[in-house]
């Protein structure tokens, strides 16, 4: 049985209008997404910036109100408030934020600050949460005079380390990191990403690794993802997305991975210009009438894309023989 697994998850934010201030419309952030996690993966969830990736992970963690669906944890449906009580979901999803800074509440001390999910699950005694607190702080690579901080006084780099610490502090089974790097400079994404992969070697976590960025998803995730207008548009393992992706919104994605060999760059700028043109010419091919990607169909055991099952078929046909 997989760690967590999303059932057709729906986030619907209403609109109203008119004089009565009735709803008249909704804003579908998610509709109807399902997916799995195993215990100890890293599972990728990627599309560009609206895409519902975030509102996904928040609904997950529960910061987002489900509209329908069921995340289901431990065989129990927790979008029901008495069984996240009951099996202690609160402690055992932890969330990382995209913005460090934000996150972490400038009026509290470094130590308050982690010591906080310590201080509602774990209740220690002063000098055990301390000796907690201080070997959180050294996991992240972090000296002990940090305790007595604000994060203000802090690198980007250090205060997503520290949203790291607060995260591991009870031992959580799955952590939801919202674009954990994206604001940060490239060496400092290595460094915060090697602790990421440390942590969850050492403690055995799962990771929903929502991100923009498919090279540093390519580093993070073993299966992935692939998110546009609130639905999944393509799932599969590394390999079906890197090697072959199906729909026109993944092929645009990829082609916008910089290239940093000087020699391809003119092949790589042709390459992105054909995908953008072919995404802009044949949209009514891989979305419907209204503009939504359709449902999901399988292609292979692992490889789910969002297109009529026909087209996806001859697609996949077609990726093969280029292949071989």
């Known amino acids: 049985m997989s760690l967590i697994e999303i059932h057709n998850l729906k986030v619907h934010y209403p609109i109203r209008s008119g004089f009565w201030n009735r709803v008249t419309d909704s804003v579908k952030a998610v509709d109807g997404i399902s997916f799995n996690i195993e215990a100890g993966e890293t599972y990728g969830l990627v599309g560009e910036s609206g895409s519902g990736k975030s509102t996904t992970g ?3 963690v529960g ?4 509209t329908s669906g069921q995340i289901i944890y431990q065989g129990q449906d927790i979008t029901q408030p008495a069984n996240r009580r009951r099996l202690h979901y609160n402690r055992d999803v932890q969330m990382i934020f995209q913005d460090s800074l934000s996150s972490l509440n400038p009026r509290k001390r470094i130590e308050d600050i982690i010591a906080e999910p310590l201080r509602n699950f774990e209740h220690l005694s002063k000098d055990d949460e301390k000796l907690r607190v201080l070997q959180l702080l050294d996991i992240v690579g972090l000296d002990a005079d940090a305790l007595y901080k604000y994060p203000h006084q802090f690198s980007g780099g250090q205060r997503q380390r520290i949203g790291v610490a607060r995260a591991v502090a009870t031992n959580p089974k799955l952590i939801i990191a919202d674009e954990p790097v994206s604001a940060l400079d490239l060496s400092v994404q290595a460094q915060v990403l090697n602790f990421m992969k440390r942590i969850q070697q050492e ?19 073993n299966n992935i993802a692939i998110m546009h207008k609130g639905r999944l548009v393509e799932l599969g393992t590394r390999d079906d ?3 072959h992706p199906l729909h026109i919104y993944t092929k ?32 009514a091919r891989y979305y419907d009438a209204d503009g939504a990607p359709f449902p999901l169909v399988a292609v ?3 490889h789910f894309v969002a297109l009529p099952a026909d087209f996806a078929q001859s697609l996949a046909h077609a990726e093969q023989e280029v292949q071989a």
């Open 252 to 283: 645009r994605l990829l082609a916008a991975i910089p290239e940093t060999n000087v020699n391809q760059r003119a092949a790589h700028r042709a390459t992105r210009q054909a995908v953008e043109q072919a995404y802009q010419d044949q949209q």
């Open 63 to 66: 910061l987002e109100k489900v």
């Open 203 to 221: 403690f055995g976590i799962s990771y929903l690794f929502i991100s923009h960025d498919l090279g540093v998803v390519r580093h993070m995730c």
């Open 241 to 243: 997305i890197y090697h």
């Open 300 to 302: 292979s055991p692992t």
């Open 58 to 60: 928040k609904s997950v």
